[in-house]
């Protein structure tokens, strides 16, 4: 399954994307997330924390 998730910036996308990928994979299903956004805190949302960041 692919899931793109889109929309206005402030719609809650990184949100729902978050909450997709973390219920996805508590499930048991491989699961990827991807933040192709300028300002990338989906990574921050799913609990990864900052030092993981690439400077």
């Known amino acids: 399954?692919?899931?793109a998730v889109v929309g206005k910036g402030g719609s809650g996308?990184?949100?729902t994307s978050a909450v997709l990928a973390?219920?996805?994979a508590r499930s048991g299903l491989t699961t990827v997330?991807?933040?192709c956004d300028?300002?990338?805190n989906l990574?921050?949302?799913?609990?990864?924390?900052?030092k993981?960041?690439?400077t």
């Open 33 to 35: 997330a991807l933040d």
């Open 1 to 3: 399954m692919k899931v």
């Open 22 to 24: 973390r219920t996805l």
């Open 43 to 50: 990574g921050l949302s799913l609990g990864l924390g900052s």
């Open 13 to 15: 996308k990184t949100t």
């Open 52 to 54: 993981l960041r690439r």
């Open 38 to 40: 300028t300002n990338p």
